[in-house]
């Protein structure tokens, strides 16, 4: 069964300025609260392959286009996903989107719980730095 996250937050930054941030895939632990490194391979070239390490313990590979090749320590499979800056006024509109399945052995609603905690956290995170 697919299940899906989408997530979205409005930020007091120009698109520009929002996009410059989360741009990098070897980026990610500049903005994400539960990202301490994410080294990519091929920077932001398609099919580069990075490992997230995360704060705590635990890593998630996952390859440009956000296609999770070993979810780790997350409760979920098959997963892809995008993230989408728009302008909205004078701010930003940032779409954190998923599709996956439940890792084996978890259920549904415990890995879209968890996968919008990992959206939500990520996004409160980029708003606090691009407006504090």
Known sequence: MALSVVERISIGAPAARVWAA????DGLQDWHPAVAASPADK??????VRKLSLQGGGAVVETLTYIMEDGGPLPVA????????????????VEWRGEFSAAPG????????????VYRGGLESLKGKLEG
């Open 22 to 25: 989360i741009r990098n895939f």
């Open 43 to 48: 920077a932001n070239a398609e099919g580069s």
């Open 78 to 93: 098959g997963y892809r996903s995008t993230i989408a800056v728009s302008a909205d006024g004078a701010g930003s509109q």
């Open 106 to 117: 978890t259920a549904d609603g415990d890995a879209t719980q968890t996968m919008r905690g």
